[in-house]
């Protein structure tokens, strides 16, 4: 099985508590997901997050719908996160989200590892791209909802 890695950093400028703090209510994934994935979260809310809490959602992938379980295998506030794939369209998924500080603000960082059915080929064609733009429309929106609430250090 062949992992593959993605990552994106982000600067966003907020305190990493208030950061960590709107990513631990998974609630906000919803708006953080792009729209064309008709993402929702089964899983009533609020879930108290913690190593272990499992999370269950909906959502269609190039249209097929799909069902998703994540477990969250550690939980470490404010510092980091990780949620792996229980079941779900990839042959594995860890999402590790790390929170910095920086510059007066935080420092998002995604660290994705996944494997996928077919492999290197697939990914290539296929899923390295649709990684990249959830990201993208999740950067947007990150930089959307806090950046525009603070100045930008000089």
Known sequence: MTIHEFT???WLPIPRDELFSFF?????????TPPWLKFSIITPVPIAMRPGALIDYRLRVRGVPLRWRTEITAWEPPVRFVDEQIRGPFRRWIHEHRFEP????????DRLRYAVPGGALINWLIV???VARIFAFRTAKLRERFAAARSVPG
Do not use: I
């Not at 920086?102 to 960082?109: E, K, N, Y």
């Open 24 to 32: 631990a209510d998974a609630a906000n994934l919803e708006a953080l």
């Open 128 to 130: 390295r791209h649709d």
């Open 8 to 10: 994106a950093e982000q």
């Open 102 to 109: 920086r510059d007066g603000g935080t420092l998002a960082v």
